[in-house]
């Protein structure tokens, strides 16, 4: 894949990188044991997995500050375990159940975080683009330097909300980055069947936003792409578009046949650019972590991982009056 | 007490508002420096600034999804939509995002949002400049449906709106702006100076939302109006010669029933009017509920006048408009029933 190389003496500290290592492999161990969970009944409907992504949402997490704005589309688990949401709410969510971040109300596809500036979790394609506009539009209004960071994916870049949107915040200078992650496939459709031009970065040149193309299976790559693109928002600038090339390993949703690529080409990025592996490596070449080390996180993730689907089948199922509350203020 | 017609009531109320609250954020195609293509937002922009009164591109879709990602943060824009007939874009962020966000975010996030839009026909504007959608919102749970018929409680009815912790969807029956209709299109129109419900007060007041308004006291029958159509069917009253009572909804969603039964139960008799085009109209949840609450009152079969099934038209717009004369012919059969 065409993308930036990482530099060869990359320039983070041994916490940082076992921290992104760590917070990668969080999100992977999850997405696994939610598949698991859905292949056993215990999830139901939809249910789309970020495995292959993570380097992506953890890159960005690490160039946000407390207060810095995020919304994105319906694949939104490794968003929101990267902010810092509660695994064990975000399961007992996807089960359907009182513990979840919306009490069962949500599902998969939209939860949400006050308190960790998550804004959703939508599930119609590109539709959370403008609500990140007017997320950025607010905090400009009251000037407290924060920003959004507006995910969505190449399958989104087609939409129309997403140029008006461009246009607006270019037109109003919003703190607003467009992150576009480029999965490379819209659902079932591979860009080149779906998209005229290529390169989805460009796509703010005609509204005067800059772009740039990010290595996504590089979590370095990513994060410093991020810090410049935090600094051109708070410097005042207006929005900044990140085309970040990254890779989904499974399907689009739980029910894909998967017939739109081929087995060899999933597994060729699998072997050669998946980002967890990426930071392993560096971790243990860099001298930054042992192999025990190493294991340790790996255990303490999957103790984090399986409480959270204990959590998300012991918490009761919402009581039937849910049905009717939060649909309205109580008046 | 001055009297306003109700494009200088709705825009004293969003003076009101951006006045005491500086989270209220008025925009719109055309709303700002130009005052908007109705003039209710006239003023406004000279007075509290570019950053709270402000000209959008012309993007109903971002233009509602903007006003979502603000009201998330606790913001409370009040949103003008040009005609009502350019909203369907913004449906998808009306109905999907800020209807649902309170319910689907257990309620840490919520939507007091307003979408102002000019609605119905009467003014010769074609297919596209005259529909009245009212029951695509109704139809919403999450939504409020709000429709003034006068100065006064276009005023006190916006307030109110923009002071709602929920997204309301306010029409503005755009026949009425400048003065009452009662139904003659080739007759002088009288201006609203010239009628008691133009008298407004100046500052702060509302009128509650989800309460309903007899207009017109009456014995024999209860015609269910909103918008335009109330002074219709005060004119087809008349011209039917029954003692009507005529109730003006006000607000569509959540729905006065009470008002609306404690009349049916007096008159026995109920004939329910409206622009829109007849079938799955607001007026088939209006004769559903009336049924239901007062089967055993009614006399006659509830009766409804509307526009027709057929596109808004543009020369024939008086033989599709809802005039005195249909409505009248359905006075006198319910009566005669």
Redesign the interface.
């Known amino acids: 894949m065409a993308a930036r190389k990482a530099t060869k003496k990359p320039n983070v500290s041994s916490e940082d990188l076992t921290q992104y290592y760590r917070d990668m492999l969080l999100i992977r161990r999850f997405e696994e044991k939610a598949g698991q969970l859905y292949g056993m009944g215990l999830i139901g409907g939809f249910c789309h997995l970020y495995i292959g992504q993570e380097a992506v949402v953890v890159g960005l997490e690490a160039a946000a500050e407390e207060g810095d ?1 995020r ?1 994105t589309s319906y694949r939104d688990h490794g968003h929101m375990l990267a902010c810092g949401m509660d695994p064990n709410g975000v399961m007992a969510e996807l089960t359907g159940r009182e513990g979840g ?3 069962g ?2 599902g998969s596809m ?5 308190e960790k500036h998550f ?2 979790g ?3 394609v590109g ?1 959370q ?11 400009k ?1 009251r000037e407290n330097g924060r920003v959004t960071f507006t995910y969505f994916g190449d399958g989104a870049a087609n939409q ?2 997403v140029y ?2 461009f ?2 915040a270019a ?1 109003w200078s919003l703190p607003v980055i467009f992150v576009i992650e480029n999965n490379q496939y819209a659902m079932g459709t591979a860009q080149k069947r779906s998209t005229s031009t290529p390169d989805l970065y460009i796509r703010g040149e005609a509204f005067g936003i800059p772009g740039e193309v990010v290595d996504g299976m590089d979590v370095l790559a990513v994060r410093d792409a991020g810090l410049k693109a935090v600094k051109h928002c708070r410097d005042g600038k207006g929005p900044y578009i990140l085309e970040i090339k990254t890779y989904r390993y499974r399907g689009h949703s739980m029910s894909d046949p998967a017939k739109y690529r081929t087995r060899e080409e999933v597994q060729k990025m699998r072997e050669e650019r998946d980002p967890i592996e990426h930071v392993r490596e560096m971790l243990l070449q860099g001298k930054h972590a042992s192999e025990e080390d190493i294991k340790a996180i790996d255990k303490e993730i999957k103790q984090v991982v399986n409480a959270s689907a204990d959590f998300a089948r012991e918490s009761p199922e919402p009581d039937l009056s849910e049905l009717w ?5 109580e008046a | 007490m001055a009297r306003m017609s109700m494009i200088e009531a709705l825009r004293s109320a969003m003076d009101e508002k951006l006045s005491d609250d500086a989270s209220v954020l008025v925009f719109g195609e055309d709303v700002g420096f130009f005052g908007g293509v109705f003039r209710c937002t006239a003023g406004l922009q000279e007075k509290f600034g570019e950053e709270r009164v402000f000209d959008t591109p012309i993007n109903e879709s971002a233009i509602v999804g903007l006003a979502v990602g603000m009201a998330a943060q606790g913001m409370r824009p009040c949103v003008e939509v040009q005609f009502a007939d350019y909203v369907y874009p913004a449906y998808d962020q009306i109905t999907q995002e800020a209807a649902r966000l309170r319910h689907r975010s257990n309620e840490q996030f919520t939507c007091p949002i307003v979408v102002r839009m000019p609605t119905g026909g009467g003014i010769f504007g074609g297919q596209t400049h005259s529909q009245s959608p009212e029951a695509l919102f109704t139809h919403v749970a999450g939504l409020k449906v709000v429709i003034p018929s006068t100065p006064y409680d276009a005023k006190g009815l916006l307030i109110a709106s923009i002071e709602d912790p929920d997204p309301v969807i306010f029409l503005e029956p755009k026949r009425i702006y400048n003065g009452p209709f009662y139904g003659d299109h080739s007759g002088k129109s009288v201006p609203w100076s010239q009628h008691e419900s133009s008298e407004v007060p100046e500052g702060h007041y509302t009128v509650p939302l989800g309460k309903a308004v007899v207009r017109q006291p009456g014995n024999d029958i209860t015609i269910l109006a909103y918008g335009t159509m109330v002074y219709v069917a005060e004119a087809a009253a008349k011209q039917a010669g029954v003692d009507a009572e005529i109730i003006d909804l006000r607000t569509l969603l959540p729905l006065d029933l009470e008002t609306i039964r404690h009349s049916v139960e007096k008159t026995g008799r109920c004939v329910v009017v409206h622009e829109a085009t007849r079938t799955s109209g607001f007026g088939a949840e209006l004769i559903a509920e009336v049924q239901e609450a007062c089967f055993w009152h009614l006399k006659a079969p509830i009766r409804r006048v509307a526009g027709w099934d057929a596109p808004y038209p543009h020369a024939q717009e008086w033989d599709y408009f809802p005039g005195p004369e249909r409505i009248a012919a359905a006075l006198k059969l319910a009566m005669e029933e």
């Open positions: 704005k919304v971040y919306s009490k109300k949500g939209h939860m949400f975080s006050k804004y959703g939508h599930g119609i539709a683009v403008p609500i990140g506009a007017g997320l950025a539009f607010a905090d209004y129309g909300q008006e949107t246009n607006m037109l509350t939060d649909i309205y203020a």
